[in-house]
C-alpha cells in the first residue's frame, strides 16, 4: 500500500515544468516577488544587522566569496547559511504570504531552499519554479493534514512544514528518485520542530523557523541522495510527525489531505498575500477597523472596544491580556490585536511604519489596546477565511460594528500582478533605489525565464 510519503515522493519526481498550468506559474512568479519584496524591507530593521552577524560567524573568518546571495546583501555565504539568511529576513517581517486553511506561510517554507540550491547548482529558473511549486504544493498539504493542530499543541506550523517542503524542494532540485525522496522525508522528520514559546514575550525565534526548515530540507536530502536511510513512514507512523507533534489533538487529523489531488488540483493559487504586516489571524478585524475610521471615526469618544477573531486564533492574538495590552517589541506587537485594531482604528491603516518604536508607544494607540476586549468571533469563516469584526460602544451610547468574513488579500480579494507590485515597491523602496527596486521586479516576474545565477545577481547588495 501507499503511504503518504510515497505519493508525495511520486509526485514531486516526476513533476515537469510544462506540467504546471501557467495560471499556477503566474501565481508561482508573483509569491516569489512578494517574498523577495519583503526580504528586502527586513533589512532596515534592527534585527536583520544582528541575525547577520550570527550567521557571518556561522560561515567562518572568511566566509565564502564565492557562495550564494543574501537578498538586499553584499554578504555572499555558503549554501545553507544563505538559505537560513533568506528564510530569516523574508519571514523576519511576518509579512509574508499565508495559505489560510493550512495555516502555513508556504513561499518562505520553500523558497530560500530552491534559491540557494538553484544558485549554488547552476540551475535554469524553470527548474527552480517546478522545485518551487512542488514544495508549496506539499507545505500546505501538511497543513491541510493537521487541520490547525500544530498551533493547538503548541508548535509554529511554518516551522514544523517547512523541514519536509525544503526537502522535497532540494530532492527536486537534486533530482532525487521517488525512493530517495521517501528517505529524505524520513530524515526530516527528525529535524521538524518550531515551538511557539516567542508569543510570551514577542521573542525572535519564529523569525528562524522557515530558514531552519531550509538548512534541513538541504541536508536530509543531500544524505538520502548519499543513500543515508530514513524511516518510509515518516507522517502516520508510531511516533511519526502526527501523532508526536498533534498529540491531544490527533484525531482531528486527515492523513488523506497529504495526498489528495496532488498534480491536479492546484493549492497554490488559494494562497493569500498580506497587505498588513501582522499576524494574520488578525487581518479581517483590521480590515473591520479601518472600514470603521474610514466613515469617520472619533476615536476618542469610544468607551470600549470589542475584537471579534475566529476562536481557535485567541491564545496566539488576544492572550496573555496584559502583554497584548502593552507589546514591548515589533515583534509582540505583530501579534497583538488590541494594538493592531487601535492603531487601524486611529489611523485607517497599518504598515511597517507602525512598528516603530514611536508608533507602538503612541499613548493614544496604547489608550485604545487598555479598553479592548477580544473575543470568539461567532460568524468567523476561519479556517477557510481568517474573518473578524469590531464593535465599539461610544461614550454617548451607540454601538458601532463592523465585520469582515472574508478578509483583504484572500479568496475574491486576492492580490493580483499589480497589487503585488504595488506591495512590492514600497518594501522594496524602503532598501534599494527605485532603478535597482524596478530591476529585482523584473527579475523576479521573468525568474523561470533565466538562469538562477542571473536572477540572484540583481538581488544581492552593493
Known sequence: MSTPAAAIAEFAASLTYDAIPEPVRERARIHMLDAVGVGFAANTFPFAPKVMAGIAALAGPMGNPGGCTVVGRAERLPLRDAALANGLLMHGLDFDDTHLASIVHASVATLPCAMALGESLDAHGRALMTAYVAGMEVAIRVGLAARGGFHHAGFHGTGVISHFSSTVVAARMLGLSAAQLVSAQGIAASTASGVQVFLEEGA??????????????????????????????????????????????????????????????????????????????????????????????????IRAIRILLPAPTLPIVAEPVAAKARPQTEYAAKFSAPF?????????????????????????????????????????????????????????????????????????????????LRKFTLAAEMHLTPERAREAADAMLAIDMHPVRDTMRRLGGA
Open 204 to 301: 525572535w525565534t519564529k523569525r528562524f523557523h522557515p530558514g531552519w526548515g531550509a538548512v534541513a530540507g538541504i541536508t536530509a536530502a543531500t544524505l538520502a541522495q548519499h543513500g543515508f536511510v530514513g524511516p518510509s513512514r515518516p507522517y502516520e507512523g508510531k511516533f511519526g510527525l502526527f501523532e508526536s507533534h498533534l498529540q491531544a489533538h490527533i484525531a482531528e487529523a486527515d492523513l488523506g489531505a497529504l495526498s489528495a489531488g496532488l498534480g491536479t488540483d492546484w493549492k497554490l493559487v488559494e494562497t493569500a498575500i498580506k497587505p498588513y504586516p501582522v499576524c494574520h489571524f488578525a487581518h479581517g478585524a483590521a480590515d473591520a477597523a479601518i472600514m470603521l475610521h474610514d466613515a469617520g471615526l472619533d476615536v476618542d469618544a
Open 340 to 420: 493592531i485594531v487601535a492603531t487601524c482604528l486611529r489611523l485607517g491603516h497599518f504598515g511597517l511604519a507602525e512598528l516603530r518604536p514611536a508608533a507602538m508607544a503612541d499613548e493614544r494607540t496604547l489608550a485604545l489596546c487598555a479598553i479592548s476586549t477580544c473575543v470568539a468571533d461567532p460568524d468567523t469563516g476561519f479556517p477557510e477565511y481568517f474573518s473578524g469584526g469590531v464593535e465599539l460602544e461610544m461614550r454617548d451610547g451607540r454601538r458601532l460594528r463592523h465585520h469582515v468574513r472574508v478578509n483583504s488579500g484572500a479568496g475574491e480579494r486576492q492580490l493580483d500582478r499589480a497589487g503585488a
